[in-house]
């Protein structure tokens, strides 16, 4: 819908649902019901909201050395002492690094290659932050690299490419194990999951 | 069974998915007796789902179906063969993603085409074989045929007399040989050795098991690789970047991408 043409809004707000209407997962009537509320925000939250917006297109940047989205390059896990330089951990996009930080486990730097690998929609290997993650091996410091794109088709075969371009130049290049998720049915288990638990099962 | 049921089974392998929403995905499937279907499979990306692992591209899968207005719906899915030995090869991944981009852009919705059904299933089930040569050029050869655009080998496909021997072209443009005598304006013509006619001949009438055993040399293959693309393009209108990333996984190219 055109609010330019309802004299019934008023334009600074119509102008506000058009802007809301371009976000992803919202429609036109989710665009109408934000902006109506933003309207009873009190003002100092609503200049909060509209200086953080700003803010994220003014001082973030990405990292030049693990490619994730950050206010200071280097970033804070790329500059920190207590982090291993040794290791770097392989993923797809920002948000992936943060869920890999929620398990406390892993002690290592990141690298971000933002996407996959996706020939049937147009995304080769050129398109992908891969260049920036073999600069970074250019030192010869680094003994491990953990590859943790996601364990779909895309996912799998960048892995593999990433794999290839880099068994030669690196010691170990390890994959994330691929197998059943905790609260998981054995019933609904596909048999590439279940086949690839049983390759790498442990001894309790 | 009638393709007017409003729940349906079917066997289908997955062309591609396109993410939608948050969890969800759209699926293009090819299947036997419906062709191409589109159909929206809920909660495929979450973690603990439940159908994710029998939905991914490059698996054969037996589905049952709602039918939709636009978009048929998803109920059930079992996997039928994953191919896992392709998609643990990046070589053979490669070739199988190309194979599966073409079927998707030559093929149209809801037109059932069962000989492009089982041309899909040998190639990859022949992709699974150490031995694969020649596998794509037969595969594009065939699946020409199969859905509307065979080329034409034994007549000008300007003046339609016979081909001699040694006087022949190609013109990808109108889908065949085209005579020496022909000179039709504004189209694309390409040369054609007597070698490359004959293979594509051979293709055209031979099954697998007889075309997997010849020997082509490189030359040929180039100019095989070439009319055959160029082929393609004038049925599908459109570039395929599967195309380029088959070369991409070959060794050259990965070594000039590590050249920085």
Redesign the interface.
Known sequence: MNYEFLPSVAAPLSRLIQEFNRLP?IGPKSAQRLAYYLIRMPEEEAKSLAESILAIKDRVIFCDVCQNITENSPCYLCSHDSRDKSRICVVEEPLDVLSLERTQVYKGTYHVIHGV?S??S?????DLK??EL??RLKDGLVEEIILATNP??EG??TA??IH??LSPIVNKVTRLARGL?V???LE??????L?RALDDRKEI | MSNTEKIYKTQGIIL?HYPL??TDYILSLFTPNRGKVRAIVKGARK??S?????V???MLTSFLLTKGHNLDLINQAE?VD?F?II??D?TK??KA??I??LV?AITNESQSNNDVYLLLLDTLKNLTNDKNDNLIPYFQIKLLGSSGFMPELYQCVNCGKEIVMNAHRFCPDRGGVICDSCNPFNVRILSLSLTSLKVLRFFQRSDYSHVSILNIDGDTNKELQDLLYALLFSAIGKE???Y??IN??AEET?DS??G?
Do not use: Q, W
């Not at chain 1, 147009?122 to 050129?126: L, R």
């Not at chain 1, 609904?188 to 999951?193: I, N, P, R, V």
């Open positions: 997962g690998i020939p049937a147009g995304i080769g290997p050129e891969i260049r073999l600069n779909s088709l799998e075969s593999m490419y290839k371009l998720p609260g998981g049915d609904y288990a596909d048999e590439l999951t086949s | 591609r929403g948050e973690l603990k439940r159908i994710g692992g029998h991914e591209p490059v996997c994953s896992r998609r643990e990046l991944l490669s993603l190309y599966l981009d998707d395929l970047k599967s380029r990333f991409d996984v990965v991408l590590k920085v």
